[in-house]
């Protein structure tokens, strides 16, 4: 017994991961489907360690019969075939930023509004947050709702695999050129990346923040609280996995760092790594291929009456990503689904 499962997407960066994470966490299906563009047809996909799957052509699929989509293909896929594949009955769960801000569609992340996800009947379409907000309402939540927050300003430190396949080929190729003396290409970045920070991620607004910025935001406040005052500076470093934040959280109510750290070591979807002294912290190197969404470098801020500063790190392709997305498809089986005969 199991559900049919196509992963739309399937030759990307994260469509992979998303097929290696049902694998790993063995996911119960009774088929899955690889899906990509028409010039991906037929090419091979690894599910899990031992199952090759072929890639299919989403414009030719009948979705019909299955049971969940996990959608990575970018926006303008999801506008165009998430409506679609939802009319079919196949419900859909959308990483990208499309249905995010629809008030007919839950934005989930499981460890922290999982009741939410009721909601997903309106449309049939789940959405998942993005990379850099998804691991920091996993840390906030737990203080929240022992000190209720205030204000939050992050500055995030963001892999370049969180803009694909391309932007993780431009670091290798910019890196490589330096030592060889080759002349550096720029494509996918504004800026070079290798061996330098950039201070913009997505277009910016109006107002002078990014829309990677708005969307830490909006979606935190979508997703915790829509009272929460929140500000980010983006920044993409030339990292390859693993998003890393500088927190500072403003409370209502009394909380120590003490305190903190206990309630975030109790907490779903959380390690604490929190020594005061040298390796005594976590890196992006070191959360690669991990679930947990890590807090290190946990202090009082003096700066405000009831402050923490925290330091948070995750694999930006499994709880930014993928792993999220199967997350809430385990969530829909459990509370909404019934599995196939």
């Keep these: 017994m199991g559900y049919k499962v196509a992963v739309v997407g399937a030759t990307g960066v994260v469509g992979r991961e998303m097929l290696q994470i049902l694998a790993e966490r063995q996911f119960p299906v009774s088929e899955v489907v690889a899906l990509a563009s028409r010039r991906s047809q037929g090419r091979e996909i690894s599910f899990g360690d031992t ?19 996990l959608f990575s293909a970018g926006s303008a896929v999801s506008k165009e075939w998430g409506p679609k594949v939802a009319a079919t009955g196949c419900t859909v769960i959308d990483n990208s930023s499309y249905f995010r801000m629809d008030p007919d569609v839950p934005l989930i992340v499981p460890e922290v509004n999982a009741d939410a996800i009721a909601g997903y009947t309106k449309r049939n379409i789940i959405a998942n947050p993005n990379c850099s907000t998804a691991q920091l309402v996993v840390a906030l939540k737990p203080l929240h709702d022992v000190a209720r927050i205030k204000r939050v300003v992050v500055s995030t430190y963001q892999s370049v695999s969180g803009a694909g396949n391309e932007a993780m080929d431009e670091l290798f190729t910019q890196t490589r050129a330096i030592f060889v003396n080759d002349p550096i290409k720029k494509e996918r970045f504004t800026k070079q990346i290798a061996f330098n920070v950039i201070p913009h991620i997505d277009v910016f607004m109006d107002d002078g923040y990014t829309k990677e910025e708005w969307k830490m935001s909006a979606e935190t406040n979508k997703i915790l609280d829509p009272d929460i005052k929140l500000t980010a500076t983006c920044v ?8 890393s934040e500088a927190i500072n959280v403003e409370f209502h109510n009394p909380i120590d760092e003490k305190r ?6 109790e907490s779903p979807g959380i390690m604490v790594v929190d020594q005061r002294e040298d390796e005594g912290y976590m890196t992006p190197v070191e959360c690669v291929g991990d679930y947990a969404t890590f807090v290190s470098r946990i202090r009082k801020d003096p700066t405000v009456e009831h402050g923490l500063a925290l330091w948070c790190v995750s694999d930006n392709l499994r709880k930014g990503a993928a792993l999220n997305a199967v997350q809430i498809a385990e969530l829909l089986g459990r509370r909404h689904l019934k599995k196939a005969s």
């Design 51 to 69: 199952k090759i799957l072929k890639c299919q052509s989403l414009e030719n699929y009948d979705f019909r019969g299955t049971d969940i989509a």
């Design 260 to 265: 903190a750290r206990d309630i975030l070591r």
């Design 236 to 243: 993409r470093v030339p990292v390859f996995v693993g998003h």
